[in-house]
């Protein structure tokens, strides 16, 4: 019985893949505000086989490397597809139109947002070989990248934000080009993972917990398209008011 609990951080870990290769289709079939429920569920998953992994003592090297490849399809790849789907939206007035209908330029431009998978896949190599963040994060994580792609585009598809602004070629590429360069910059992301519930050593924790509890509060589903920029800002002022201190 022991045996068979062993493979459960696994399957969720292939749930998790399951889930981004499927919010992934349905990114480029249009239903991009769908993507967002994949990917938040797969984030969930992610959370869950680590946490399975802990309790049944189940650690693997097959873990380890399926794990990165689920994470890439699910915050790589597929919020990828969605930034694409917003490009293309910008283009043709539609969700989910044909891509063959487009001009070369435009072909070339909706493509370009794949980039994102190219720079999560380094992430991923980066922190698996990376004795530093064992405690903390240096750049921004896959999962931090993808959950705030869809909840942007679950704002958007559903009129929240304006979508003539929001799916234009600058906006969704310069996206693209931030969260790329966060993604392996050299830059101290604080963990959210809580082992007390003391206010010492998690008070940056509690704040972005209070902020968001205020963004869900007010925006719903589309939260994350908050509280991810205030976390990267929120490390970024811890970051360099450390190094402002040890000088």
């Known amino acids: 019985m022991m045996s068979l609990f062993r493979h459960v951080p696994n399957a969720l870990t292939s749930g998790n ?39 049944l003592n189940a650690y693997s090297a097959i873990g380890k490397d399926l794990d990165s490849l689920a994470d890439l399809v699910s915050f790589g790849v597929a919020p990828a597809a969605v930034f694409s789907s917003m490009m293309h939206q910008g283009f043709s007035g539609q969700w989910g139109g044909d891509f063959w209908t487009l001009t070369l330029g435009q072909q070339v431009l909706v493509l370009l947002p794949f980039v994102l998978v190219v720079f999560s896949a ?16 240096i ?25 003539l602004r929001w799916n234009s070629v600058g906006v969704v ?35 972005l917990l209070l902020i968001s509890l205020v963004a869900v509060v007010l925006l719903k589903a589309g939260a994350l398209a908050l509280i991810v920029p205030a976390y990267v800002v929120y ?3 811890l970051y360099l008011s450390a190094g402002t201190k040890s000088r």
């Open 17 to 55: 893949l399951f889930l981004g290769a499927v919010g992934t289709y349905l990114a480029l079939a249009g239903r991009p505000d769908l993507t967002a429920w994949c990917v938040l569920a797969a984030a969930l998953l992610d959370f869950l086989d680590g946490f399975a992994a802990r309790m």
């Open 122 to 137: 380094l992430r991923l190599a980066k922190f698996n070989n990376d004795s530093r963040q064992t405690e903390n994060f």
């Open 139 to 163: 750049g921004l994580t896959t999962t931090a990248t993808g959950m705030f792609t869809v909840s942007l585009v679950y704002l958007v598809y559903h009129g929240q934000l304006d979508a």
């Open 173 to 207: 590429l310069g996206l693209v080009a931030v969260f790329s360069a966060l993604l392996v910059s050299e830059i101290p992301m604080f963990s959210l993972k809580i082992k007390h519930l003391r206010w010492k050593g998690n008070q940056h924790r509690y704040v």
């Open 235 to 237: 490390s970024l002022v």
